[in-house]
């Protein structure tokens, strides 16, 4: 998506360990009209699916999550990172941080993921793939069924298309930004 491709081209700062900051317009502050059109173009790349349900993990997967769930009419939901006291049940799984270098344990409730659900699992970025498997786990559990997943970006230098490819193989993955390279402070789209 090449409005996308220019505004981190304009606007996104590289970190050692080949991480992507995009603190103004992605991760902190957040650029909704971009976000509505990036959801709007997840709804036509997967136009042909049925999907029941989004999902996502807390935090930065919920923006354009929501509005792909509005423009596609079905509900979204979200992982968290937290038992609050009121969930009763829920399906457990954990998840290594890329940025936060550590393990998490995400969960979501077995009352809004359900046997024969197809979820399609939107976030933020593709980098080894361990959040879009442990969402994938999540599914497993429930019973559901991932239909497909789709990602701001994509920084194929890191093998998360692979990483998913070996837990969900044939299950369509669309990026609307791919990052060949961060090395030496420039980026590199793949085109
Ligand atoms: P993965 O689980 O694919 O290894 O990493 C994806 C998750 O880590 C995303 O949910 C995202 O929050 C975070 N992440 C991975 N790489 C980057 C990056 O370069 N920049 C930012 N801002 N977040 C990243």
Known sequence: MKELEERIAKDGKCFP???????????????????F???AEFM????????????TVEASGIA?????GYLMRVPVVFAKKAVPKTMETAYVTTVHSFTKGKDS???VSKEYLLPGERCLVIDDFLACGNASVGLADLCRQAGAEVAGL????EKAFQGGRQAIARVLPGVRVESLAVIASL??????FAH
């Open 17 to 35: 360990g080949g991480v992507l900051k995009v603190d103004n317009f992605i991760n902190h502050q957040m650029d909704s009209e971009l976000m």
């Open 37 to 39: 059109r990036c959801a």
């Open 44 to 55: 036509r790349l997967f136009a042909d699916m049925k999907i029941d349900k989004i999902l």
């Open 64 to 68: 354009p999550a929501v509005f792909a």
């Open 105 to 107: 344990t995400v969960f």
């Open 150 to 153: 789709g990602f701001l970006v």
């Open 183 to 188: 090395d030496d402070g420039r980026i590199v």
